[in-house]
């Protein structure tokens, strides 16, 4: 079956602008995470989404960051006034429930570049 | 959760067995050891995990000492498609934990 799928692959943008990162879970999975893994580091937690809430929003870094899930499937990462600090690969991962008896699967991550 | 400390890479020849220690000093008696690896350019994928007892799956081994203070991921013949950066986690049990906490995690090597 399809696993988590995350677009664009790739997103170059400049400082400042708007961008917005999309991840398309597996189907029927209801937890989702959002993570992002700045070169030569492991991956970092952002936020926790349990159906269409957001369970878990501690790791974002700033109110620049912001992630919505309105029909408890697609998750968008929204990112505002992007710095440079934000290059990184952002990673999307879902699994069937909540808890470390669920296995997370990951999506293949979206690059992105601000120049 | 616990922290973990892992060697930063290894090589290891193609056919043998590769193994990957981890240290986890401080783990707490509902804690869990997680592995996972990410291949380059993918995101993470989940190898094994284990409580107190050895595991083994499909894809590797996992033996925990007995004062569970540190543990070792047993991949048996080595390929090249195993060449990957494997991450030691260590995670409560349970509905409440849901993070994945990553360290910088092991660069294994496969050598032809």
């Known amino acids: 079956g399809a696993g988590v799928s995350q677009t664009p692959s790739n997103k170059v943008t400049e400082k400042g602008k708007y961008v917005e990162l999309r991840c398309d879970p597996i189907?029927?999975?209801?937890?989702l995470y959002w993570y992002r893994q700045s070169l030569g580091q492991g991956p970092e937690f952002l936020i926790y989404?349990?159906?269409?809430?957001?369970?878990?929003d501690s790791g974002l870094p700033n109110d620049r960051f912001f992630a919505v899930r309105p029909e408890g499937s697609v998750s968008t990462l929204k990112i505002q006034r992007t710095e440079r600090g934000d290059s990184a690969v952002y990673l999307c991962?879902?699994?069937?429930?909540?808890?470390?008896?669920?296995?997370?699967?990951f999506g293949p991550g979206t690059r992105l570049t601000v120049l | 959760d616990a922290k973990t400390t892992q060697p930063p890479s290894m090589d290891c020849a193609e056919g043998r067995a590769a193994n990957l220690p981890c240290n986890h000093s401080t783990i707490s008696g509902n804690e869990y050891v997680y592995w996972y690896r990410q291949i380059h350019s993918q995101g993470p994928q989940y190898i094994i995990h284990g409580l107190k007892n050895n595991e083994t799956n499909e894809m590797a081994s996992l033996i925990i000492t007995e004062d569970r203070k540190s543990s070792t991921l047993i991949l048996p013949h080595a390929t090249l498609r195993d060449t990957a950066v494997y991450y030691c986690i260590v995670r409560n049990s349970g509905a409440g934990s849901y993070q994945l906490t990553f360290g910088k995690g092991t660069k294994l090597s496969v050598i032809p």
């Open positions: 991962a879902s699994s069937s429930g909540p808890g470390s008896y669920n296995e997370q699967f």
């Open positions: 989404f349990q159906g269409t809430g957001a369970a878990d």
């Open positions: 189907s029927g999975h209801t937890a």
